[in-house]
């Protein structure tokens, strides 16, 4: 059985499809072995296992060989989790693929090869994934690629853009003028890759909408993310990370954190203590690290820290802030001259 996994907003886009074409996708999801609920947490992930399934049971509903271009078509920034965010936020589309491949394990683990690769005036995004069934792969690989574009035309706001060429590693379809319709260029099949080029020239254009610092806080989300799915992490970062994670929404009592790391919470303290650590000084650590990027920020004043730390009065902040760093919120604004 494949490790390989898939986050739950790849299976929305399915899920999408099918309703917008008169199928229960409830219905199908059940018969995949896939819990419903899991539509509901953009973090949950769902082995390929069952995915192929549910591609299965769907392609037998919608009895429309063309699904994985539908698929394609339905694609949204949601649809690749936070990385469709941070793509839309790139200072160019190079930028941007590069991001993808960069951080591509927080939306799928079965990728075998994403590549970019540039010669002359074409540059080629390369996808090959795990080989499963021919089925599957075909609409897998349909999706890959159309989704691909989709998002570049999104990227560079321009819906009529086209690929210059794309490859398949399947065999010729019974939909050919689909592909030709959609990818507006040749269609190769049988290839030794997966792939879309465009005009290298498309790939080093600044977009006026990107934004800098939203980029920077997407990818520090998807760091966050990715850190605490690593199971190689000790227990102490993996507490670190979602306690600082939640800080904002008022921080995680040792119940919550417990019951996260799914670890009962006389057992948590014994190994954060063998860590060296404990849940009162990771507390303390996210505190002096939040609550300083906050004081140091010129647009927010210590009222409003207060509040958004969840102190109810603001006096309570100030002695917290004092504790932790021997001077007031003003006197360290003043320290670091801001």
């Known amino acids: 059985m494949s490790m390989a996994r898939l986050s739950i907003s790849y299976i929305k886009v399915l899920c999408d499809v099918l309703s917008q074409n008169g199928i229960n996708y409830q219905a199908c999801l059940k018969d995949a072995g896939i819990d419903k609920s899991l539509l509901k947490n953009i973090n949950s992930f769902v082995p390929v296992e069952k995915h192929i399934k549910l591609i299965e049971e769907a392609n ?38 590069h991001s993808f491949n960069r951080y591509k394990n927080i939306f799928s683990s079965e990728a075998k090869k994403l590549s970019l690769e540039t010669k002359g005036d074409n540059t080629r995004y390369i996808y090959q994934g795990i080989s499963y069934n021919p089925l599957y792969d075909r609409i897998r690989n349909d999706f890959i690629l159309s989704s691909a574009l989709t998002i570049v035309r999104l990227i560079v706001n321009q819906k009529n853009i086209k690929a210059k060429e794309v490859t398949f590693t399947h065999p010729p379809t019974c939909y050919i003028s689909s592909y030709k319709k959609f990818f507006g260029c040749s269609v190769r099949f049988n290839h030794s890759y997966n792939s879309i080029a465009f005009s290298s020239k498309l790939f080093d254009q600044s977009f006026f909408h990107a934004n800098s610092d ?92 207060a509040y958004m730390l969840g102190y109810s009065e603001p006096s309570a902040f100030y002695h917290a802030f004092k504790r932790a760093f021997g001077m007031s919120p003003s006197e360290y604004r003043l320290k670091f001259k801001v």
């Not at 989790?81 to 790139?90: E, P, V």
């Not at 303390?284 to 210590?302: E, G, W």
Request: aromatic share 8%.
């Open 60 to 97: 037998a509903k919608l009895k429309n060989p063309r699904l994985g271009l539908l698929m394609g078509e339905a694609t949204h920034p949601g649809t690749f989790h936070l990385l469709g965010y941070l793509c839309i936020n790139s200072a160019n589309l190079r930028e941007a693929f």
């Open 214 to 305: 939203l980029y920077k806080s997407i990818e520090e989300e998807v760091k966050r993310v990715l850190l605490e799915e690593d199971e190689n992490l000790s227990l102490k970062d993996r507490a670190y990370y979602y306690i600082s994670k939640n800080f904002l929404e008022g921080f995680p009592n040792m119940a919550d954190l417990s019951q996260h790391l799914k670890i009962a919470p006389h057992g948590l303290r014994r190994r954060l203590k063998e860590e060296g650590s404990s849940y009162e000084e990771l507390i303390k650590v996210c505190f002096k690290k939040i609550s300083s990027k906050l004081t140091l920020d010129p647009k927010l004043s210590n009222t409003e820290i």
